[in-house]
T-cell receptor, first 115, second 117 residues
Framework: EAQVTQNPRYLITVTGKKLTVTCSQNMNHEYMSWYRQDPGLGLRQIYYSMNVEVTDKGDVPEGYKVSRKEKRNFPLILESPSPNQTSLYFC??????????????FGSGTRLTVV | AQTVTQSQPEMSVQEAETVTLSCTYDTSESNYYLFWYKQPPSRQMILVIRQEAYKQQNATENRFSVNFQKAAKSFSLKISDSQLGDTAMYFCAFTLFEGGATNKLIFGTGTLLAVQP
């Protein structure tokens, strides 16, 4: 089954404790991206990657890191989480050529709470 | 910069009735894609319908259809014969045809639709 697998689904952590949210896709998509969803703000892009070893900042990158060492994986790293990073996070992927047909495929989301 | 606006934070409709969700966007580009995504309480993001800007014909997927007005930069979603399972947050989204360096999907703030029995 074609999918984006995102883990964990829920995470509660304390301020300053490094964490990683994993994202993996099995569709050989070039493009992967991280979004955060907050009430009244919709989804905002954090980081994106056009291909292996190619990453760039989105609209709200402060406090986050990413890496793209393999085409299928795109982990999101919070080096020192703070309460304002409490949010719902989504990983998404797409084929550049086919995104107009199939859109973007999303993971099931990670609900992160930083206390 | 491209923006997407959904001016209806919440809407309600009776089961079996028809409802229209509004979306406007702003861009200076002429070729782009528009999408409607559904997010039920399970929070999964589900593609409902898509539209290519270079196609004049409005997209239709079963009970879901769009009214795409390119000159007005409007992309509304019509849900016919509303069902309880349509209760969800609906997001309008936009991406450029020539994504280039960003290939970014830009979202509106969402409309929470409640279908009443």
């Amino acid at each position: 089954e074609a999918q984006v697998t995102q883990n964990p689904r829920y995470l509660i952590t304390v301020t300053g404790k490094k964490l990683t949210v994993t994202c993996s896709q099995n569709m050989n998509h070039e493009y992967m991206s991280w979004y955060r969803q907050d009430p009244g703000l919709g989804l905002r892009q954090i980081y994106y990657s056009m291909n292996v070893e190619v990453t760039d900042k989105g609209d709200v990158p402060e406090g986050y890191k990413v890496s793209r060492k393999e085409k299928r994986n795109f982990p999101l790293i919070l080096e020192s989480p703070s309460p304002n990073q409490t949010s719902l996070y989504f990983c998404a992927s797409s084929s550049y050529r086919d995104r107009g047909i199939y859109g973007y495929t999303f993971g099931s989301g990670t609900r992160l709470t930083v206390v | 910069a491209q923006t997407v606006t959904q001016s209806q934070p919440e809407m309600s409709v009776q089961e079996a009735e028809t409802v229209t969700l509004s979306c406007t966007y702003d861009t200076s580009e002429s070729n782009y894609y528009l999408f409607w995504y559904k997010q039920p309480p399970s929070r999964q993001m589900i593609l409902v319908i898509r539209q290519e800007a270079y196609k004049q014909q409005n997209a239709t997927e079963n009970r879901f259809s769009v009214n795409f007005q390119k000159a007005a930069k409007s992309f509304s979603l019509k849900i016919s014969d509303s069902q309880l399972g349509d209760t969800a947050m609906y997001f309008c989204a936009f991406t450029l045809f020539e994504g280039g360096a960003t290939n970014k999907l830009i979202f509106g703030t969402g409309t929470l639709l409640a279908v009443q029995p």
